[in-house]
């Protein structure tokens, strides 16, 4: 057999891991520096120069682009904590976009994959549109949609479940002994107000609990009108003994209201808010809030995405990260007080 | 004259505004869509096709990357939230690095700029080491740093005052009559906990009160740690009567503490965080806190970067944004209490 150069030998003359050899070989994602080394060495020992030649023009950018909706969105942003550290450690930059939950810059987007400035995409878009669907039928790279898409679409899919979420906080309500659940809940003209209130309402029949139209408020997903909303409700019902809010900042702006009318919570109010951000185990009381899982969806979507770019072909798959219940004190009482972030006790979705 | 192809007929001809036309011209960032349509109206029109022919080849990215330490941190969070918008608004990509504060990923970030996949970068360091020096010596792209750098380091710069900062707050305790004004800080071996702890004795030096070691108190950034380091301080010093914390975890140790050893905050105990997170509304007392403008400075740093990218030369400049002292129910009473975040009222820097 002919002595030649061999990767084992690459790797020694150019100071690197064999693996790393295999990898520049390969086209991988690799830095930049490391490629050099490589190359040189491949040179010097002459060293089957057209496969380095050709992983370095090949058309990778080692560029993955993640669009969401909000930059400032706490959601999003456990999203893009997870999604981060992945690429990084695949080799892949990061490219982000906010696309102020704008359509047509979404769609934009999908379009200027075609400009091929990176490998793949993971999209998190507020709603799945037909002109969505029809950019993604044709989309020049790889893409992961965060987010619930109509049956049958051609996508890898990671969703959250919502309906569970609302299941999950209404029966620990009712566990509780509350029997007069209100439900906070935000403009029901959007993807979110929508499916909370529908999963409110049939919570309620399978627990047998009647629908009151009274118990249910509709202001929009922030403390302030939060606020409002839960102050009319109270003039309404005044006996009012658990609410079920939308979201994080909503239940907040309950907490400011219930402390100024003098009720306790939870001894009075029981207080649930959903999405459990960061705000919500810094509250006081602490805020037993439904985590709908987006630090498990962005590493979930990251990882699909990584697959397709190792060249996993096949069938379009869809990943449901379950909701869990992070119990606090405001459900539970004071014993939960001192429970600091990541001090949560949680119970499981099912 | 000739009545040969102008800027005005190629807008004409290619549906798009005159500004448009001007901008693929020259070869500024552009929306691919409007440089095709351009594009295919000045071939039609047959004009000075070789200008967007160069445009096109231009080395241009059209990318701008933000490093980071840490992409789970609020106050990096704040100035990407700000960085993002307005390069998009000049048509730049934003490329995402995390470099968990170690010196050689940032190296690392700074180096790859030889590789030409953005036009600019800025960069916020822990600390600004040698190696940081030499590379920025060299740097192949404009760059914008976040933070302090060596006096007569030749870079584009975006400082806080974290000393004006702590000052702001001191001088606001001593103000409300607070005489026993204790520190608890982190690692005296970072750049913030250094500097925090320095200008809390300056601050308390110029107030005529004494320096007194029984009232500064070591622990670490975090909640957890907050709560032990302030528990540790009420044994040693019980008739305490004010709190500066390094930041707002801390502070909100702080008030799981004194919540549970049945001081009254503020009446007993007065507390102020640093950094103004969203977490200092949400708490309850809700929290008085220094900003130090992270937003803020996030967006000096992208325009500075922007002025660069447009071509302006000319000497290295130094920006200082000045911190605010967000006042709420923690120092200044429950009449606070209501309000939440975008209502709180400020004191200016000065």
Same mark, same amino acid.
């Given at each position: 057999?002919?002595?030649?150069?061999?990767?084992?030998?690459?790797?020694?003359?150019?100071?690197?891991?064999?693996?790393?050899?295999?990898?520049?070989?390969?086209?991988?994602?690799?830095?930049?520096?490391?490629?050099?080394?490589?190359?040189?060495?491949?040179?010097?020992?002459?060293?089957?120069?057209?496969?380095?030649?050709?992983?370095?023009?090949?058309?990778?950018?080692?560029?993955?682009?993640?669009?969401?909706?909000?930059?400032?969105?706490?959601?999003?942003?456990?999203?893009?904590?997870?999604?981060?550290?992945?690429?990084?450690?695949?080799?892949?930059?990061? +490219?982000?976009?906010?696309?102020?939950?704008? #359509?047509?810059?979404? @769609? /934009?987007? =999908?379009?200027? !994959? %075609?400009? $091929?400035?990176?490998?793949?995409?993971?999209?998190?878009?507020?709603?799945?549109?037909?002109?969505?669907?029809?950019?993604?039928?044709?989309?020049?790279?790889?893409?992961?949609?965060?987010?619930?898409?109509?049956?049958?679409?051609?996508?890898?899919? +990671?969703?959250?479940?919502?309906?569970?979420? #609302?299941?999950?906080? @209404? /029966?620990? =309500?009712?566990? !509780? %002994?509350? $029997?007069?659940?209100?439900?906070?809940?935000?403009?029901?003209?959007?993807?979110?107000?929508?499916?909370?209130?529908?999963?409110?309402?049939?919570?309620?029949?399978?627990?047998?609990?009647?629908?009151?139209?009274?118990?249910?408020?509709?202001?929009?997903?922030?403390?302030?009108?939060?606020?409002?909303?839960?102050?009319?409700?109270?003039?309404?019902?005044?006996?009012?003994?658990?609410?079920?809010?939308?979201?994080?900042?909503?239940?907040?702006?309950?907490?400011?209201?219930?402390?100024?009318?003098?009720?306790?919570?939870?001894?009075?109010?029981?207080?649930?808010?959903?999405?459990?951000?960061?705000?919500?185990?810094?509250?006081?009381?602490?805020?037993?809030?439904?985590?709908?899982?987006?630090?498990?969806?962005?590493?979930?979507?990251?990882?699909?995405?990584?697959?397709?770019?190792?060249?996993?072909?096949?069938?379009?798959?869809?990943?449901?990260?379950?909701?869990?219940?992070?119990?606090?004190?405001?459900?539970?009482?004071?014993?939960?007080?001192?429970?600091?972030?990541?001090?949560?006790?949680?119970?499981?979705?099912?």
């Amino acid at each position: 057999m002919a002595d030649g150069p061999t990767i084992n030998t690459i790797a020694e003359r150019a100071g690197v891991s064999i693996a790393s050899v295999s990898r520049v070989l390969n086209g991988l994602p690799t830095r930049q520096e490391t490629v050099r080394k490589v190359m040189a060495a491949a040179d010097e020992l002459g060293y089957v120069r057209n496969a380095v030649a050709r992983s370095l023009k090949s058309r990778r950018t080692h560029q993955v682009a993640f669009a969401m909706a909000d930059v400032g969105n706490p959601a999003y942003l456990a999203m893009l904590r997870e999604i981060q550290p992945v690429l990084k450690a695949a080799g892949y930059r990061l +490219v982000l976009h906010s696309t102020d939950a704008v #359509v047509a810059d979404e @769609i /934009d987007v =999908l379009h200027s !994959l %075609g400009e $091929r400035y990176v490998d793949g995409l993971i999209m998190s878009p507020l709603r799945v549109t037909e002109a969505h669907l029809q950019m993604l039928a044709t989309a020049r790279a790889p893409v992961v949609i965060i987010g619930s898409v109509p049956e049958g679409t051609r996508v890898d899919n +990671v969703r959250a479940d919502s309906r569970t979420g #609302v299941r999950l906080a @209404i /029966d620990h =309500l009712y566990a !509780l %002994g509350r $029997r007069r659940i209100a439900m906070i809940n935000g403009p029901l003209d959007t993807v979110p107000g929508a499916a909370r209130g529908a999963a409110y309402r049939e919570a309620l029949g399978d627990l047998g609990l009647p629908y009151d139209e009274n118990l249910v408020q509709i202001g929009d997903f922030y403390r302030p009108e939060g606020a409002r909303a839960v102050a009319a409700l109270l003039d309404r019902v005044p006996d009012v003994d658990a609410l079920m809010c939308a979201n994080d900042l909503i239940a907040l702006g309950a907490l400011d209201v219930l402390r100024a009318a003098g009720k306790r919570v939870p001894e009075d109010v029981a207080v649930v808010g959903m999405d459990d951000t960061d705000l919500a185990a810094a509250s006081w009381p602490s805020l037993t809030s439904v985590s709908l899982g987006s630090a498990e969806r962005g590493k979930a979507a990251a990882e699909l995405l990584l697959e397709r770019l190792r060249g996993v072909d096949g069938e379009p798959r869809v990943v449901t990260v379950p909701p869990r219940l992070s119990v606090r004190a405001s459900t539970a009482g004071p014993g939960y007080d001192t429970a600091g972030p990541g001090h949560d006790r949680e119970e499981g979705g099912r």
